[in-house]
């Protein structure tokens, strides 16, 4: 292996290291509670490693949300795939759905995703992310359900943000509630149908 490659190897590792740190600490105690030595600590790295791979505690927020929406995206598309003894585009909707809430379940990820990162991003930079990944996914999926004849012909953008909006919601509801979020959601996809 060449010097070049391991310094690669070193420099990615690190930068997940961080990542990962940051994550955990975001996810237990909020952003504006987490500071840098503290990530810096829990990476196992130098003040100046976590420099040389993010401009701020801004940045390394961002990197932690781009990667919090990848891995949500990857669990809804797997959700939606999944049960194929129920085929068709509604019930990948409903399950990519059901996906979704699950993963939502975890208080960090709430946190990071739902409160944090619109207070520290701002909406436009959440919505850019999102649209690489859960929203992508869910535009897909809509607009599958759509072309198939499945789901009533409505704008295909409005239809998917109000959808991620109500998901959004419901991923809030306190967990004795979410059972009679699921049946809502469902029922309201159902109504779509054609």
Do not use: C, W
């Not at 909406?123 to 759509?146: F, K, Q, S, W, Y």
């Amino acid at each position: 292996m060449s010097v070049r490659r391991r310094q690669e190897d070193r420099r990615a590792a690190t930068r997940r290291n961080l990542v990962a740190a940051a994550r955990n600490l975001f996810a237990q105690k909020g952003y504006a509670a987490t500071t840098t030595p503290e990530v810096v600590q829990a990476a196992g790295v130098t003040r100046g490693a976590l420099y040389h791979h993010f401009a701020d505690k801004a940045a390394l927020f961002s990197a932690v949300v781009e990667e919090e929406h990848a891995l949500l995206a990857l669990t809804i598309h797997q959700a939606a795939e999944a049960g194929e003894d129920e085929p068709g585009p509604v019930k990948s909707l409903i399950r990519g759905g059901e996906g979704f809430l699950a993963a939502m379940q975890e208080e960090g990820r709430r946190r990071i995703l739902i409160v944090d990162a619109p207070a520290v991003l701002g909406r436009a930079r959440v919505d850019e992310i999102d649209a690489r990944h859960g929203l992508h996914t869910l535009v897909e999926g809509v607009g599958t359900a759509i072309e198939a004849g499945a789901i009533k012909n409505l704008p295909l953008l409005p239809l998917a943000h109000l959808l991620s909006a109500m998901f959004d919601r419901a991923a809030l509801a306190p967990a004795e509630d979410l059972g009679a979020y699921r049946k809502t959601i469902k029922a309201l996809i159902r109504g779509l149908r054609t």
